[in-house]
């Protein structure tokens, strides 16, 4: 006798592609959530967090925080770890600013953590950084405030469902955080709707016009963080009249030597091992990268020594791409390189990125600080003096 049997076949839930990076509010979620609980003072209109919270979250807490009372599904400690390096009392004005649903623009070099303060913020106080518009040249109005589903707009004429809303509209309507980045890559006459949008708080939808919908408006909370370069302010100067509607913060370069190195040892570490390869790379090789990054973007040497800045901004974002890259080397083809030796062609790379001149330039730092060094005993500085070569080539 054959017994049948079935097999029943179970379609498992697709898996969700990983992602090289999460947004702060993903990768945070349990810190947000923790100081939600934690600090339950006042807070503005729409905010997640009260603002001292929202200065904790980007900072750091140092010290482990205590729930005052026990909540479901959070732990009774946590220490928040600090994501952002750069002075307290800048956050703080920046906090204060949001609270007071006025504009932030966020200035400084290239590669100095604006967009990355920007969207901190945004995740803490709205739940949210996506609600972004990234300037360009070809961005348009319609980016900013809105377009339409133009099947619906055909089907059933202009209507608020045939509406679809920019991030900047979403934001309005909820309450939340806009950003626009690199807004002077923006053309002057999308720079300028943002003027009446931050001062009349309103978009007015004229294909709707004489119904409800022919206005939106701005519901509490609602502000917007825009980002710009130094570098860049020539593209598209913003107008005296839009300079007004922002508060000004200048985000400059990490003070801090320790703290850079720390900095660029962390996110290098992080990149590495999202490959699946072990980080390996000496912390000696991390300090010599850092100082020189430190000393050819200031002019000047720790020792005090002159030294001829190159017109490339090198930024701590690009000594941690460097560290990256010394660290893929130091895991993809182990034994084959001292990894030190690796470092003059990066930062020949680096140099030569904006301007050719600049390689001569790196030069002349390898001519006077790094054969000083060299020179006063150094046997890591001295092995740099002695691939001198390589930037030749």
């Not at 592609?17 to 959530?33: F, K, M, N, S, T």
């Not at 006025?102 to 604006?114: H, I």
């Not at 913060?249 to 320790?258: L, N, R």
């Not at 062609?345 to 030069?363: E, M, N, Q, S």
Request: one cysteine or more.
């Amino acid at each position: 006798m054959t017994t049948a049997t079935t097999t029943t076949t179970t379609t498992e839930p697709a898996v969700r592609a990983a992602r090289q990076i999460h947004p702060p509010e993903d990768l945070y979620a349990a810190e947000l959530a923790f100081l939600a609980g934690y600090d339950r003072g006042p807070r503005p209109p729409a905010w997640r967090l009260t603002p001292r919270a929202v200065v904790t979250f980007v900072m750091g807490s140092g010290d482990p925080l205590e729930l005052p009372e026990p909540v479901d599904g959070l732990p009774r400690s946590l220490t928040i770890g600090a994501k952002f390096v750069g002075e307290r009392a800048l956050v703080e004005r920046c906090v204060v600013t949001l609270a007071g649903e006025r504009g932030l623009l966020l200035v400084g070099e290239p590669g100095t953590a604006k967009s990355m303060l920007s969207e901190l913020l945004a995740a803490a106080v709205c739940g949210t950084s996506g609600l972004t518009v990234q300037g360009t040249a070809g961005t348009t109005e319609d980016q900013l405030k809105y377009g339409w589903n133009y099947a619906l707009l055909l089907a059933q004429g202009p209507s608020r469902g045939a509406l679809v809303p920019s991030p900047v509209l979403t934001a309005m309507t909820t309450g939340g955080v806009a950003r626009i980045e690199e807004v002077t890559r923006c053309l002057p006459e999308v720079q300028d709707a943002l003027v009446s949008l931050l001062s009349e708080r309103r978009i007015a939808v004229p294909e709707l016009a004489g119904g409800p919908d022919a206005q939106v408006h701005a519901a509490p909370g609602f502000t917007l963080i825009a980002t710009a370069n130094l570098r860049d302010r020539g593209v598209s100067e913003m107008s005296a009249a839009l300079k007004r509607r922002f508060n000004f913060e200048t985000v400059g370069p990490i003070g801090d030597h320790d703290a850079e190195i720390a900095l660029v040892r962390r996110q290098a570490k992080a990149a590495v091992e999202r490959t699946g390869t072990a980080y390996a790379v000496d912390d000696t090789v991390l300090e010599v990268l850092v100082t020189a990054f430190r000393d050819l973007r200031t002019g000047r040497s720790a020792e005090g020594w002159e030294i001829e800045r190159p017109s490339t901004v090198l930024s701590t974002a690009e000594a941690v791409s460097v560290a990256s890259s010394l660290a893929l080397a130091a895991a993809y083809f182990p034994g084959d390189r001292d990894v030190l030796s690796l470092l003059p062609g990066h930062l020949l790379g680096v140099a030569k990125k904006d301007d050719p001149a600049d390689a001569a330039r790196l030069l002349s730092y390898w001519d006077a600080a790094v054969r000083r060094r060299a020179e006063h005993g150094s046997a890591t500085w001295r092995t740099l003096w002695d691939l001198r070569g390589v930037l030749e080539g």
